[in-house]
């Protein structure tokens, strides 16, 4: 039996991974569970559901509460962001899920890592961040790093079986978000409701956003890079809005492989937790004859600057991509917040990119460091700018 950890549990992908735990019940066991707790019942359910030795909440109040709520024996329970970092780190598990949100996941991610755990990663900002740390501590504790993200999975199985030094490109596919067909003039007016419209999948707030303006694409470029080692200019974006093929390699010789099915990411959870073999799976079928006509098209550079400013922060490299991912989460959430508008987010994110001072990355530490700084400016630009006040 295998021992899942899954960081992130209550989140949208934290519950599809506890959804396939459940289909193969012979297969699959709950080692730790790490959430932020800003929802005990559903924690508290889930505890009950799949018995974990031990569960960690970054709110030591939800701790607590789920004490309270759990009658013994109930698992080891920890709290705060070392209490994630202990869970991480110290519960015994054959692969731990990282799919918490955003920054939140770089120390407990790295503590799997560093313990020798095999990672399902579907935690991309964390890569974003500290990727050349991350691969590098992975390739020291021979630790595999799995994608869990739909593209990077399609990618992963592009490449099985062929030569890396083959490889001519890469090519990253993108649903398009909800303003692919907007205008530009519309976009200044774009609301919270619209930006959370995705079309083709169903996923948490941040990610939804990022998906609206395309940096969840960008952040993707930069994922791609650590995880198959590719130079970013072996990357490629083609929006494709049918969301069917999930990504594809092109090799040398001309000739294109992909990977197609469904958008559901039980599919490529599934795959990173049973990896390298296949398990049969409920889950619905692709059926070509019935998907209608597969379309692909470039991405518009002009009402999507986020791809232009992942790539420029790439190129810099060093910590450019700590503060291209601080801003964005930080603009992201008050845009989420009503305090910022759509449009705003790029701009904000060029502006940090352009004043929070630069330099090569060297610790997790200088990371953790460097996120702070620019997670610190950008909120104080959104907090100064025309009062702060909510639109
Ligand atoms: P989500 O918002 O649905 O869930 C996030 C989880 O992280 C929750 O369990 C929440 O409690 C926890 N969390 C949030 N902030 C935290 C903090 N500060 N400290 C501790 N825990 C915290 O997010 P999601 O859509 O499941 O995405 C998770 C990750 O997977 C993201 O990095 C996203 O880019 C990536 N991803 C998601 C999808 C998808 O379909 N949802 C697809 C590909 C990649
Ligand atoms: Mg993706």
Redesign the pocket.
Known sequence: MKRVTIL???????LRTLEIVSSFPDEFGVAGL?????NVELVADLCRKYSPRAVAL?DGRARDQLARLLPAPRPELLAGADG?VALARDVDADVVVS????G??LLPTMAAIEAGRTMAL????TLVMAGSLMTAAAKRRHVALLP???EHSAVFQCLVGHNRGDVHRVLLTASGGPFREWPPEKFAGITVEDALKHPT?K?????TI?SATLM?KGLEIIEARWLFDVAPEKVQVIVHPQSVVHSMVEYIDGSVIAQLGVPD?GIPILYALTYPERRPTPAARLDLTRTGALTFFEPDPVKFPCLRLARAALERGGTAPVVLNAANEVAVAAFLDRRLSFVEIPALIERALDHVPHAGLTSIEQCVGVDAEARRRVQEWIDTRAGGAKQ
Do not use: F, P, Y
Not at 99 to 102: E, I, N
């Open positions: 992130g549990a209550t989140g949208s992908i934290g790490a959430a932020r707790g800003s970054l994630l799919a918490l949100v955003g939140a996941g579907a935690n991309k900002e869990v993200d739909s999948w996923m948490g707030a941040k990610i990022d969840n990411m």
